[in-house]
């Protein structure tokens, strides 16, 4: 694992979103509903690391920004949704996003429940973080082949109590991710590339000063697009 400041700099940001909870906590409905509204998003960086917009928006409800990512990208949109519904090869995917666990718990036609694992590096001084969320894919919205959209939020970790065990056992002071909410929308364009959106509302908890992901999302949002869009042309090239 690279222990770089590229690297340093995109744990810090999955890390330092707050280390509170929502004020008066919105539902995921409502969550998902600011995140898809185009109205005021400010911009936090035009033409970022491999040319991603970066931009962040005051969400109804909650003490922390959303925050969203978009490329137009040269691959087609089928490969970049399957590349970002593969969950059980995220694993390793990375060297900037160091996850050691991704996998599919249950599947029922396009609903997926989800658990990851991030090992952050001890050089940090920060603890491993995991996660559980509930995916939903949607295909061809609106009737428009290759608009697809995935949208996902927080699942109860209950209701895997050996996996909940399992990250544990990795390290007893992982912590647990307890606000996750987004999107992944791909978009056809005319010319044959895709619009990729990604949206964004996350807490990873623990004790963590507030404010500090604003300041590093400029550059570190973007390795999420670009491992997909990397991974969506390996696979294009099959």
């Known amino acids: 694992m690279k222990t770089n400041l590229k690297c340093f700099l995109t744990v810090t940001?999955?890390?330092?979103?707050?280390s509170t909870s929502l004020l008066a906590a919105p539902s995921a409905a409502t969550v998902q509903r600011d995140l898809d509204s185009s109205a005021n998003w400010d911009v936090v960086k035009l033409n970022a690391?491999?040319?991603?917009?970066?931009y962040k928006k005051e969400l109804t409800g909650a003490d922390i920004p959303g925050f969203k990512?978009?490329?137009?990208?040269?691959v087609a949109s089928d490969y970049l949704f399957d590349a970002i519904n593969d969950f059980n090869a995220h694993?390793?995917?990375?060297d900037d996003i160091p996850l050691v666990?991704?996998?599919?718990?249950?599947?029922s036609g396009d609903t997926l429940h989800v658990f990851a694992y991030l090992d952050v590096p001890g050089w940090t001084l920060a603890n491993d973080r995991f996660w559980f969320v509930e995916a939903k894919m949607v295909h061809n919205i609106g009737g428009v082949a290759g608009h697809h959209k995935q949208t996902w939020k927080k699942l109860d970790a209950s209701l895997y109590p050996e996996v909940h065990r399992e990250a544990k056992a990795i390290s007893s002071k992982a912590v647990l991710v307890e606000t996750n909410h987004?999107?992944?929308?791909?978009?056809p364009q005319s010319d044959g590339r895709t619009k990729l959106i990604y949206r964004v509302l996350s807490a990873p908890g623990g004790r963590i000063p507030n404010g500090a992901q604003a300041i590093v999302t400029g550059q570190t949002?973007?390795?999420n697009l670009?491992?997909?869009?990397?991974?969506?042309?390996r696979r294009a090239r099959k």
Do not use: C, H, M, T
């Open 13 to 18: 940001s999955l890390l330092l979103a707050s």
């Open 49 to 54: 690391r491999g040319g991603v917009d970066v």
């Open 69 to 74: 990512g978009v490329k137009v990208v040269d």
């Open 91 to 94: 694993n390793g995917l990375s």
């Open 101 to 107: 666990k991704s996998r599919v718990l249950k599947r």
């Open 182 to 187: 987004g999107s992944w929308e791909v978009i």
């Open 221 to 223: 949002l973007p390795e």
């Open 226 to 233: 670009l491992q997909f869009e990397a991974e969506a042309k």
